[in-house]
């Protein structure tokens, strides 16, 4: 059996703020490759509150710690966008984050890939993150890196919202992670990665 490592590397969204079951929706895509029969060790380095700009800082470093040299075959999945629109950064800032991040996984020759933010209930800020999407996608698409557009993809984001609506008005619930992992495990990279 192919032994298969991958960081989840981002924000809240990726660390599952709000998910009371504590998988948010990395997590899911863990445990679903596990009960494929996949030898998958996945780690979540999600941070709370933080900026592409802080995640690209610590990325190498905690990366390395935990795929360099580990296993058959690593990957880094990257996901991050809101708190920069929250706290107003640039989108060339959040460019530069992510090129930095790929830069230095495709240089160790971890398999990359990158998810955009999620839809959001509010037009303005739902505007604002198709625009950093597609800032980010174009980076992705710049150094070769798969791009998961994931607000289109999903159908119904009710789900997020309700959830949001009922916690923290931010982050969702089981079901709304449980709709972005199921899109996530089916995309064509990420399948044709674990299937080697």
């Avoid at 998910?19 to 899911?28: I, K, M, N, Q, Y």
């Avoid at 990257?78 to 090129?99: H, Q, V, Y």
């Amino acid at each position: 059996m192919t032994d298969l490592r991958v960081c989840f590397l981002g924000d809240s969204f990726t660390l599952g703020t709000g998910d009371r079951e504590g998988l948010g929706w990395a997590g899911r895509v863990h445990a679903g490759e596990r009960g494929r029969g996949i030898d998958l060790t996945a780690y979540n380095l999600g941070i709370r509150g933080q900026t592409g700009a802080e995640i690209a800082a610590r990325a190498e470093r905690e990366i390395d710690e935990r795929i360099l040299g580990k296993g058959d075959r690593q990957a880094v999945v990257i996901s991050f966008g809101t708190n920069d629109i929250r706290l107003e950064r640039p989108e060339w800032e959040s460019a530069a984050a992510l090129e930095r991040i790929l830069e230095g996984a495709i240089g160790r020759g971890y398999a990359v890939f990158v998810m955009g933010a999620p839809h959001a209930a509010e037009p303005e800020l739902d505007a604002q993150r198709v625009y950093r999407n597609l800032h980010l996608e174009d980076a992705a698409r710049r150094l070769g890196a798969p791009f998961l557009n994931i607000r289109e993809m999903v159908g119904d984001w009710s789900h997020w919202h309700r959830g949001a609506m009922d916690g923290d008005g931010i982050h969702p619930n089981a079901e709304g992670y449980a709709a972005v992992a199921a899109v996530f495990s089916a995309w064509a990279p990420w399948r044709q990665w674990l299937d080697g």
